[in-house]
């Protein structure tokens, strides 16, 4: 049959080689260059990242066509499929691993060395895309842009499908032959892909379930298999497929034309929110498959994609994923900044310079068997073990800020330190993270005073809970990270209804003072309706006037409500950029302060209101603590007051207990009001 793969021998060492494709090499180069381009400069490329799905298809599709010839040659080993993927896999892995370990160490903070080192042992254990997944649903996950290893969660999906995919095939094959593992494929695929499905549904609010939030469905999309082996699974079921056939030799050109046309529309053209619930990669990933399956047989677009230069780059593809991400995170680390123009080719031309060592000096000869496996196992396990041994010490040692100096280390301390609730004292209540305060155990009904918001309410729970200690008073927090304390709109439906039912829930508390602690939205903020309906940008008088309904609804409620102001506010990390300016240069570029005029610009507005609002509801102005007439400054008698970028930080909740206490005092002094609804 025309376009039938010849069968090949299978070598009893090194396996089944299926026939060298150039265009699938080229394949790989258009992938790993969308992924750089964007990673370098988003703008140029939006959706380049899904050249990460690229990988996944042409992965699928050639590990599988190996697996059903030794299958059906009766030389299936699954012990050599396992050294296959190490030889391919961990040398390069290793290289990077240590590299970038050595270059944390020299230049690190030492929260951001302890992060780094749990992404190693992670990534050692092929589970980062668990670990990532974990850390991203923390509502204080520090930016992508300090995590040199974020990338290998690709390689934590490949490996956990080919732990199970081998030996599932295996039998599949046993029972059935082609055929069996076919439709076997396909229907693991098909679940996969519906749960891919539900999952962007629910991400896009599509769907909404008090069982899992939009921000969970949407990280668990991204990095865990169960969403993402369809697309090894597409590549998978294509090899099975096409062992026994390839398309009529006039449709191959015209098919690849267009699964051309298709993939540069997906990564560049096409917006993934017009095709929701289809997850993004989908037409990226048909694209793929087409591609491949029209590539079996000679047409001008495989030509095309079997070029010297594409293929050039597909061959070294590896490496270049491997490095690029680290170049770019170390440099900009290091740069406390975006790389410009100059610093950005620099960039890429030390990726390509590695990446091309790495390919010739690494993987070329693990993979080609010039290392007999005994050794080869030997080297891997020892490097292992060292870089991981490197990467438990600077965990166990808390990132070693012994290697800092004392003036970095001021800083350096306060980076991702906020207030963590005790184990003992953390629940749910209702949507919210509730914590118990001033008192042991998890009793609601027990507490006083709630502290509601999101993360802008949870800044002020160590400030609030030793005022409570000495008073005898207990207290709740109750935060919804992300979402502002109105009901009318907010940043998505799953707030809208979270907030309202929060309201409601509080009014039924036996507590009698609530404090609302929250972000102040910008112009820049962007809302949706309780429907789900985009509404833009809010005005402030909007905004505020939503906020006065809540205030209306607590006070109606029998509630004495204490409202925190807006804090003076950068949009930069001050104490990572601090301490790293002092490690670097010797001294601080960057003012710790702004001048009072640029937040008059800000909150001016606000401000007003909240003069207005005081005459009824209790206020606390952080900016009468941190501003005056000319400046407001973000360190106050020597300590810092923001551990990022908006956030006040525990160090500083000192200042702020006598203001809580004033304000505590002042709202059991306020007669309740009725509502205004």
């Not at 790989?28 to 703008?43: C, D, K, M, T």
């Not at 780094?116 to 050692?124: C, D, F």
């Not at 254990?125 to 990532?132: E, G, P």
């Not at 047409?299 to 070029?307: D, F, K, P």
């Amino acid at each position: 049959m025309e376009g039938v793969p010849q069968r090949r021998p299978v070598d009893p060492v090194a396996g089944y080689r299926p026939r060298y494709r150039a265009d699938i090499d080229g394949l790989r180069a258009i992938a790993v260059l969308a992924v750089i381009l964007y990673h370098f400069r988003e703008s140029a490329l939006p959706r380049g990242f899904l050249g990460v799905d690229v990988f996944f298809v042409i992965s699928g599709f050639l590990i599988t066509l190996i697996l059903v010839r030794e299958s059906e040659a009766d030389d299936y080993s699954i012990a050599r499929f396992y050294e296959r993927r190490i030889r391919r896999i961990m040398p390069a892995l290793l290289a990077v691993l240590i590299a970038t370990t050595a270059v944390v160490w020299l230049i690190y903070l030492s929260a951001d060395a302890r992060a780094h080192a749990a992404s190693v042992l992670a990534t050692l254990a092929f589970v980062s895309n668990l670990y990532f997944w974990r850390d991203s649903a923390n509502y204080f996950f520090e930016a992508a842009t300090t995590k040199p290893l974020l990338h290998t969660w690709t390689l934590g999906i490949e490996e956990q499908f080919y732990i199970l995919f081998p030996v599932l095939l295996l039998v599949l094959m046993k029972l059935g032959g082609r055929r069996a593992a076919w439709w076997g494929v396909t229907g693991i695929s098909a679940v996969s892909f519906g749960l891919a499905v539900a999952s962007e549904a629910i991400a896009r609010e599509l769907i909404l379930t008090p069982l899992w939030s939009a921000r969970n469905a949407d990280l668990a999309a991204f990095y865990l298999l169960p969403m993402r082996a369809w697309e090894l699974g597409l590549g998978a079921g294509l090899a099975i497929w096409s062992v026994s056939s390839s398309p009529v030799g006039r449709f191959r050109t015209p098919l690849a034309v267009g699964a051309l046309v298709l993939l540069a529309a997906s990564l560049g053209l096409l917006e993934p929110s017009a095709y929701a619930p289809l997850p993004p990669a989908t037409f990226a990933c048909l694209a793929t498959a087409g591609l491949i399956w029209a590539g079996a047989g000679d047409n001008r677009i495989a030509q095309v994609l079997g070029a010297r230069p594409l293929v050039a780059v597909g061959l070294v593809s590896y490496s270049l994923y491997l490095w690029h991400w680290p170049i770019y995170v170390l440099g900009r680390y290091y740069l406390i900044r975006e790389p410009g123009a100059v610093e950005a080719i620099a960039m890429l031309a030390l990726t390509a310079m590695l990446a091309t060592l790495s390919w010739r000096f690494i993987e070329r000869p693990f993979r080609g068997r010039r290392i007999p496996t005994p050794r080869m196992l030997a080297i891997v396990a020892t490097l292992a073990l060292a870089v991981g041994t490197a990467a438990f010490a600077i965990r166990a040692s808390d990132g070693a800020p012994g290697r800092l100096s004392p003036a970095v280390a001021r800083y350096d301390r306060l980076i991702g330190r906020h207030y963590e609730c005790p184990e003992a004292s953390a629940f749910l209540f209702d949507r919210f993270n509730a914590c118990l305060l001033a008192a042991p155990g998890r009793d609601i009904a027990s507490a006083e005073v709630v502290l509601f918001g999101n993360s802008h309410a949870q800044m002020y729970t160590a400030a609030l809970e030793k005022v409570l200690a000495r008073r005898g008073q207990t207290g709740v927090l109750l935060t919804r990270g992300g979402c502002f304390p109105v009901s009318d709109f907010n940043v998505n439906r799953e707030c809208v209804a979270a907030i309202d039912d929060g309201i409601e829930a509080i009014s039924r508390l036996p507590a009698t003072t609530v404090i609302i602690g929250t972000t102040w939205p910008n112009a820049q903020s962007e809302f949706v309706d309780a429907a789900g309906r985009e509404i833009g940008p809010v005005s402030s008088t909007r905004y505020l006037a939503a906020i006065q309904r809540t205030l209306d609804r607590l006070e109606g409620d029998g509630k004495r409500v204490v409202l925190m102001g807006p804090v003076p506010w950068p949009g930069y990390n001050v104490a990572s950029v601090a301490a790293r300016e002092l490690a670097y240069k010797g001294r601080l570029e960057t003012p710790l302060a702004q001048p009072r005029a640029v937040y008059d610009a800000r909150f001016g507005a606000i401000e007003e209101w909240l003069d207005d609002v005081a005459s009824r509801t209790t206020v606390v102005r952080p900016s009468r603590l941190l501003c005056d007439l000319r400046t407001c400054s973000y360190e106050l008698h020597g300590k810092l007051a923001l551990y990022d970028q908006s956030h006040l930080s525990v160090s500083i909740m000192p200042e702020f207990e006598p203001l809580l206490a004033a304000a505590l005092d002042e709202a059991q002094r306020r007669p309740l009001r009725e509502a205004v609804r």
